[in-house]
């Protein structure tokens, strides 16, 4: 798909420390009642550009972490993807790839969606083999044995899962995981854990 879309290559590209590091400067400049008020702007239809903006740029940051490779991130939403990941190759190239950003989301907003119900949504993409999906975590799981869940595995090109797994308010920074890609054998896997990118305390006084 990459090689039929030669206009990707004149998107906008965001850096995604950069974006991530700005939004966690306002958050810190925000009340504990405004962050609030901010996760139930996201579940709302004006806040789902904003919610998927930053999700694209975790995405891009960990998949960079992951790899040891740069990466960046455009938003240009067509019907079968949400953004387009510009990335180096390990031949030290550039790709563009398409990326369709999926959540499990909290069990409080959908508590009958699970892992296994996730990963047979995504069964239906039989014919999507130019694709990445990044699937975004926002609960706490126990450990689970993805083969097992991926009993019909999706036609993608790759699948990759990230989640928090410390508070955002941990001293050091928060804690993510990131693996990938999980439509490869498990020994071609790569799991990753990564900091979220954040300004560094001398930086916050001046």
Same mark, same amino acid.
Request: some cysteine; proline content about 6%.
């Given at each position: 798909?990459?090689? /039929? #879309?030669?206009?990707?290559?004149?998107?906008?590209?965001?850096?995604?420390?950069?974006?991530?590091?700005?939004?966690?400067? /306002?958050?810190? *400049? #925000?009340?504990?009642?405004?962050?609030?008020?901010? #996760?139930?702007?996201?579940?709302?239809?004006?806040?789902?550009?904003?919610?998927?903006?930053?999700?694209?740029?975790?995405?891009?940051?960990?998949?960079?972490?992951?790899?040891?490779?740069?990466?960046? @991130?455009?938003? &240009?939403?067509?019907?079968?993807?949400?953004? @387009? *990941?510009?990335?180096?190759?390990?031949?030290?190239?550039?790709? &563009?790839?398409? @990326?369709?950003?999926?959540?499990?989301? +909290?069990?409080?907003? $959908?508590?009958?969606?699970?892992?296994?119900?996730?990963?047979?949504? *995504?069964?239906?993409?039989?014919?999507?083999?130019?694709?990445?999906?990044?699937?975004? %975590?926002?609960?706490?799981?126990?450990?689970?044995?993805?083969? !097992?869940?991926? %009993?019909?595995? +999706?036609?993608?090109?790759?699948?990759?899962?990230?989640?928090?797994? !410390? +508070?955002?308010? /941990?001293?050091?920074?928060?804690?993510?995981?990131? =693996?990938? !890609? @999980?439509?490869?054998? +498990?020994?071609?896997? =790569?799991?990753? #854990?990564?900091?979220?990118? $954040? =300004?560094?305390?001398?930086?916050?006084?001046?």
């Amino acid at each position: 798909m990459a090689s /039929r #879309r030669p206009e990707w290559s004149n998107l906008s590209y965001l850096d995604p420390a950069a974006e991530l590091m700005e939004a966690r400067r /306002r958050d810190r *400049l #925000r009340t504990p009642a405004e962050i609030q008020g901010r #996760r139930a702007f996201f579940r709302k239809r004006e806040g789902r550009a904003e919610k998927q903006r930053l999700e694209a740029c975790l995405f891009a940051f960990g998949w960079s972490c992951a790899t040891g490779l740069p990466a960046s @991130v455009a938003m &240009h939403e067509l019907s079968d993807y949400d953004c @387009v *990941l510009r990335r180096g190759t390990e031949a030290g190239g550039e790709e &563009h790839v398409p @990326v369709q950003l999926k959540e499990l989301p +909290p069990t409080r907003v $959908d508590p009958d969606l699970d892992f296994g119900a996730m990963f047979r949504k *995504l069964g239906k993409y039989v014919d999507s083999e130019d694709l990445v999906v990044a699937l975004y %975590v926002n609960r706490r799981i126990s450990k689970c044995d993805l083969d !097992s869940l991926l %009993v019909s595995k +999706p036609r993608l090109r790759e699948l990759w899962i990230l989640g928090a797994t !410390s +508070p955002a308010e /941990r001293q050091g920074g928060q804690e993510w995981s990131i =693996v990938g !890609s @999980v439509t490869r054998p +498990p020994k071609a896997r =790569v799991t990753c #854990r990564f900091t979220y990118p $954040d =300004v560094n305390a001398s930086d916050e006084g001046t």
